[in-house]
């Protein structure tokens, strides 16, 4: 069976400030990876993903994240937050094999002025 | 190329009324899906179609939704009858090809009285 944890439910960071948003993953083999994100009143929206190669993924706006097999992680960072990236992130996981994809139960990213 | 319109984006209905929200896909992409979105529950699969065919039906949502895509084009799903706990964002996405990614629709708001 494959998962995803989202450990954090919502997290406060101050404009300008680092991000870092923790997805954690189980599944037999290494799965796509995916983080989507979710502004008030719109649908999801694809902001990076990874499916083999370099652990770590360029994604818009300037987020990027790191695939590590060895923790099952798929972590999404930024350098410097800004308010308007304020909005829900959520981890996903593809198997290889088809089109189905699990999402995480999302973070709440609250950027304060 | 136009994403994927869902309409109506918001709906308000009494219990017991049977109520239909439509999906258009992206153009060319062969699979479509619809989520139900809550706080408490997150994002919930309610359909999976590749290619007009019905491949998961989200089990614990038979009995009273259905979906159908009636052509490459176009996607309907019914709720009948209507509960208060329908109440939810419904979310229609399309994918093209077979790595999940996914193009989501604004979604359509589901309020039952």
């Known amino acids: 069976a494959q998962s995803v944890t989202q450990p954090d439910a919502r997290v406060t960071v101050s404009e300008g400030a680092s991000l870092q948003l923790r997805c954690k993953y189980s599944?037999?083999?290494?799965?796509?990876l995916f983080w989507y994100v979710q502004y008030p009143r719109q649908g999801l929206q694809l902001l990076l993903k990874y499916y083999s190669g370099d652990p770590v993924v360029q994604g818009v706006n300037s987020f990027e994240a790191e695939f590590s097999k060895s923790n099952s992680s798929f972590h999404l960072q930024k350098a410097s937050v800004h308010w308007s990236d304020s909005a829900v992130y959520f981890c996903?996981?593809?198997?290889?094999?088809?089109?189905?994809?699990?999402f995480g139960d999302g973070t709440q990213l609250v950027v304060k002025p | 190329d136009a994403g994927v319109t869902q309409t109506p984006r918001h709906e308000v209905a009494e219990k017991g009324q049977t109520i239909i929200l439509k999906c258009e896909p992206v153009s060319g992409h062969n699979d479509l899906f619809w989520y139900r979105q809550t706080k408490i529950q997150g994002l919930e699969l309610l359909s999976y179609f590749r290619s007009k065919s019905l491949m998961e039906d989200g089990g614990a949502f038979k009995d009273r939704f259905k979906a159908e895509m009636l052509n490459s084009s176009f996607s309907t799903l019914k709720i009948q009858p209507t509960e208060p706990k329908d109440s939810a964002v419904y979310l229609c996405a399309s994918s093209r090809d077979n790595t999940g990614q996914l193009y989501f629709g604004e979604g359509s708001k589901l309020t039952v009285l």
């Open positions: 996903a996981l593809s198997p290889n094999s088809n089109n189905r994809i699990f």
């Open positions: 599944y037999s083999a290494t799965p796509y």
